[in-house]
């Protein structure tokens, strides 16, 4: 070959490479943690402790496709696929991404309304419900945690473990929930 087809040849590959690098590039920032339907459910739940409840089915759902296991009968995982689309896809660091960046959502929907109203009544059980789903989703990924390959997958790690931290030292400050419904002998009316 020809120094100039040699060129010509490396400018195409060059060209090629950069066109499918930044095609890959566009494809994850592209990417969205929630599908279409669970982004519909938080819309629509505006209450808050119902809201971290959606957030909490959404990591449900990835940690069941990295995991490969459910407790749900077939019956409750057709009602979740109406309710809340097809299970995400992606690859494990993907998947992970996606659990930090829903863990993160959460943290801003409480701080949100926290900064609003301090003494909302719904913010310590939604900040318990996502503090147990933090523990869950830390002790469900370290098994794969020591198989983190590329920087991509360790930082998606970092990210759920620093939100996961984070939602359990707030929640470690809550006090103790307020049993419902039981009255002692003493706060009965008497007749």
């Known amino acids: 070959m020809t120094n100039r087809k040699v060129g010509l040849f490396l400018a195409l590959s060059l060209s090629f490479a950069f066109v499918a690098e930044a095609s890959a590039l566009k494809h994850a920032q592209r990417r969205d943690h ?37 407790t749900d009968t077939v019956k409750q995982q057709k009602k979740d696929t109406e ?13 992970i991404a996606d659990i930090g960046k829903i863990l993160d959502e959460a943290i801003t929907n409480i701080d949100d309304v926290s900064a609003r109203d301090e003494k909302n009544p719904l913010i310590p059980p939604a900040l318990r419900l996502l503090a147990s789903e933090a523990q869950r989703v830390v002790e469900q990924l370290r098994p794969f945690r020591s198989q983190a390959s590329g920087e991509a997958e360790i930082a998606s790690f970092a990210q759920v473990t620093e939100n996961a931290e984070s939602i359990l030292a707030a929640a470690s400050r809550l006090p ?14 008497r007749n």
Not at 50 to 63: D, H, M, Q, S
Not at 84 to 95: N, T
């Open 34 to 70: 929630f599908t279409e339907l669970e982004v519909e459910q938080i819309k629509d739940t505006q209450i808050l402790d119902k809201r971290i409840g959606v957030f909490v089915k959404a990591i449900e759902r990835r940690l069941r496709v990295l995991t490969g296991t459910t």
């Open 83 to 95: 309710l809340y689309g097809e299970l995400p896809s992606g690859s494990r660091a993907d998947l």
């Open 176 to 189: 103790p929930p307020v049993a419902k419904g039981k009255k002692s002998k003493e706060e009965k009316p």
